[in-house]
Every structure is written in structure tokens, then in C-alpha cells.
């Protein structure tokens, strides 16, 4: 253990190297002089703290880690983990989940400080908040390329994983299953049949069964439902009232061209589930802009207010609510030059609804393999868990007014089910990001 006595972190990384090699009394005898000599740096406490750890001296090494952080120094995660497992072993568990959740603020990505923590809650008996520190363990390891198999996990965590991989499968499923209870009691098994496999699907416990080869929802997917790229209209008989405000539409949207700051890049925020590098340009910058009247189920009052009759009409369309999800209403302005690239929706359960406004030249959609040419005041709707794209090859902006709505092949039932599930699971999902 020679460096530089002039070096302060060379030496001290000598001495955690001498701790590493398991040399803990020549270790400790250098640490403890370095520290009598009074020029020692603040971070000397953290092998201090480790020494005593492994030396039984639990509370010690407790003063010395609280000490560190009250003293603003940072904890590696390594002894952090050490900490947590110290104060575990000393029948402090509270105290456990305090430092690994601490932890976890600063390094959200350490999937076993989420693994010891759920293991933890377990012990405790909150079974809800064991699921989700277990389901966030798992994710984050084979996000890491780990825990995929038993050659990409630990030989000493396989079982430790095997059971919190167990606990997740079983916790979700009934956590799920659960919110469906009370419809279930209501109206019977029958009626939530096929939204109880979709959800079994989701969970990865069944096969996913799709009606059609070119259907591949990216989140939830109700099987036994008619697909079709573009439903028949006749199945949206409110379409024509919505069309028959065209006009005024049309004249409400083009008040809000006037203003620079009201329009927001429709894949501007963080929870838009369509995927990065979307668009494309044949010139200049591609831009896919919105005025948004719903946002992930929010309404945006100032812009309802300023486009009274849009938002008149839309209120009396059936609307799809579900809290934090739906609806998803705007004015839509595809650039010039703009091409949306293929991808696919998220679920079945809803469909797309677009009523041209502003429709030039070149300006189309492709959903499975079919092609749309938008028409002024004609409205449309199209299943977009089929693959779909659409550009704007004109010299002018292409706007529609853009909305979900209900997919009509569900029964009321199952529109209640699906609403309680989406929650439900954004729910499970929001915790388990904390």
C-alpha cells in the first residue's frame, strides 16, 4: 500500500484496494494514523465505515455513514447497499428502506437496491409495494442485458430472482384481475372474457391472439374484436354531426394560426408513447405541431375556451376519458415536406378519428397497406395498431382536427373494464418510477 503521502487520493485509493484484497488490519492500523495525524480527507470516514461494518461494529460504522452524508460527502452505491444490509441485519428495517430509497433517488437505474428493497417490503407485509419494487428490478436489469437467462444473472441472485420474477407475475395478475372484480360480480365472467385475456396477454401469461396479421397494438390488445384498417363509417353515426361543423371549425383554427406560442410539437413531451426519430423531411426541418383541446385525458380550459364551438361540438361526440390517458384531442398541423414514418398505436381498444380542415395537394395516409387521400370536411377513422404513415407533400401546412374515440365492436362492459385497467396499470406504472 505505497503512494504518494503528498496524493491524498492516491493513497486513499491505495488503502480501499488493501480493504478490497481483504488486508483489513494493515488497512486499519494506516487508516487510523492517517486519521491521528489530522490531515486526513472527509472521505477516509467511508473506510472507516466499511472496517467497521465488517468488524461487527454496527453502530460505529452507522455514526461514521451518517456522518458522511450529513456532512454533505456523497455514498458510493456499494456502500450504500452495505449500509442498508448492516442496518437490516440489526433489525432495522425502516432504516434499510430508507437508505436504499435514497439510494435509488440518485442512481433510479440499481436494480439490486430495487430487488433488496422489495425483498424488504415482503418481510414487512405490503405485498403492493414488494410487486413494484420487484416489476422496477426487472425492468431495469434487462434493460441492462440482465437477468434474461441464467447466464446473464448472477449465479448467486438466480434464486433471489426467480422469486421476485414469481411474485411479480402472481402480484400483477391479481392486483389487475382485482380491479375487474366488482364489473365481474356485476355482470358476470362472460361479459369480461375477452378484456381478462387481453389483460393475461399483456401480463405475458397467454399468447397474444390478433384478428388480423398486420395488427400489433404496443400495449394492450382485446382479442376476438373485428379489425379492420379503416372501419365502415356507419359505425360512427355522430360523425355526421361533428362533420356538419366543419366550418366552424375550420374558422376557429385558423384564429389560433395567428398566434406563434399556442401550437406545442405533437412528440414534444416525455410520456408520448410514439417513438424517437418519427419524422422525416423531403425539405427544410420536418415539424408535426398541435393545438391540443386534451392531453393524455387533460383539457387545456384556455384553449376550450377560445375555440368555444370546436369544443361544443366535441362534447357531444362520445368521448373516450380515461384519467391520465384519454382523450387526445387537437388541431393537427403536418408541415410541408413532413412525413410521419411507420409505426404502430398503442392499444385496439381505441380508434382514430381525423376531420380535415386544411387539405393540399399531395397529402395522405397509408394504414395497412391502404392508402387515404384526406378531403376537406370528410371525416375518417382508421385502427392505428394497424402500421400506418402519412406526409404532407405539398408547398402548404395539412391541418385536421384529431381525436380517439371508443372502438364500437366494445360493449359497454368492456369500455368500463379497459377505462379500470389503463388506470389501474398507469397507477402500478407511476409507483414503480417513484
Known amino acids: ?75 458510493e452505491a456499494p456502500a450504500r447497499m452495505g449500509w442498508a444490509a448492516m442496518l437490516s441485519a440489526q433489525g432495522d428495517a425502516a432504516g434499510a428502506e430508507g437508505v ?15 430487488l433488496r428493497l422489495g425483498e424488504l ?15 422496477a428490478a426487472v425492468v431495469h436489469a434487462q434493460r441492462q442485458g440482465r437477468w434474461l437467462s441464467d447466464d446473464s444473472t448472477a449465479p448467486a441472485l438466480r434464486d433471489r430472482v426467480r422469486s421476485a420474477m414469481a411474485a411479480v407475475d402472481a402480484g400483477r395478475r391479481d392486483l389487475f384481475l382485482g380491479l375487474l372484480q366488482p364489473l365481474r360480480r356485476n355482470y358476470g365472467a362472460d361479459a369480461l372474457d375477452r378484456v381478462e385475456r387481453g389483460l393475461l396477454a399483456y401480463l405475458g401469461l397467454l399468447p397474444a391472439q390478433y384478428a388480423d396479421p398486420l395488427q ?10 373485428p379489425a379492420a384498417a379503416y372501419p365502415p363509417l356507419h359505425l360512427f353515426p355522430w360523425l355526421q354531426e361533428l362533420e356538419h361543423s366543419t366550418a366552424a371549425i375550420r374558422a ?38 398541435a ?37 387526445e384531442i387537437c388541431f393537427s398541423v403536418l408541415a410541408p415536406g413532413t412525413h410521419i414514418l411507420p409505426h404502430r398505436g398503442v392499444t385496439n381498444t381505441r380508434l382514430t378519428v381525423h376531420l380535415p380542415l386544411l387539405v393540399h395537394g ?16 370528410r371525416a375518417m377513422v382508421f385502427d392505428d395498431t394497424f402500421e400506418h404513415e402519412a406526409w404532407n407533400r405539398s408547398d402548404r401546412p395539412r391541418v385536421i382536427l384529431l381525436m380517439d374515440t371508443w372502438n364500437p365492436h366494445l360493449q359497454p362492459v368492456e369500455r368500463e373494464a379497459v377505462t379500470r385497467l389503463v388506470e389501474g396499470i398507469g397507477d402500478f406504472n407511476a409507483q414503480v418510477a417513484q
Open 1 to 75: 500500500m505505497t503512494a504518494r503521502r503528498d496524493d491524498p487520493s492516491a493513497r486513499l485509493q491505495a488503502l480501499w484496494r488493501g480493504f478490497e484484497q481483504g488486508r483489513l488490519a494493515q488497512v486499519q492500523a494506516a487508516a487510523m494514523a492517517w486519521q491521528a495525524q489530522g490531515d486526513a480527507p472527509p472521505a477516509l470516514d467511508l473506510l472507516l465505515a466499511a472496517l467497521a461494518q465488517e468488524a461487527g461494529l454496527w453502530t460505529h460504522a452507522t455514526d461514521l455513514y451518517r456522518g458522511v452524508v450529513q456532512r454533505g460527502g456523497a455514498l
Open 100 to 114: 436504499l430509497q435514497d439510494l435509488l433517488r440518485h442512481q433510479p437505474d440499481h436494480y439490486i437496491a430495487h
Open 121 to 135: 417490503r415482503a418481510a414487512r407485509g405490503d405485498a403492493y409495494a414488494a410487486v413494484g419494487s420487484y416489476y
Open 216 to 225: 400489433r397494438p404496443t400495449f394492450f390488445h382485446v382479442p376476438d374484436v
Open 252 to 289: 376557429e383554427m385558423l384564429a389560433t394560426r395567428e398566434q406563434a406560442d399556442a401550437y406545442a410539437p405533437f412528440l414534444g413531451t416525455p410520456t408520448d408513447q410514439l417513438p424517437p426519430g418519427l419524422l422525416a423531411g423531403e425539405r427544410g426541418s420536418p415539424a408535426w405541431d
Open 291 to 327: 393545438y391540443f383541446f386534451y392531453r393524455h385525458g387533460q383539457r387545456d380550459d384556455a384553449h376550450a375556451q377560445q375555440c368555444a364551438q370546436t369544443t361544443a361540438a366535441l362534447e357531444r361526440t362520445p368521448l373516450v376519458r380515461i384519467r391520465a390517458h384519454a382523450p
Open 362 to 377: 399531395d397529402c395522405a395516409l397509408r394504414a395497412g397497406g391502404h392508402l387515404h387521400v384526406w378531403q376537406e370536411g
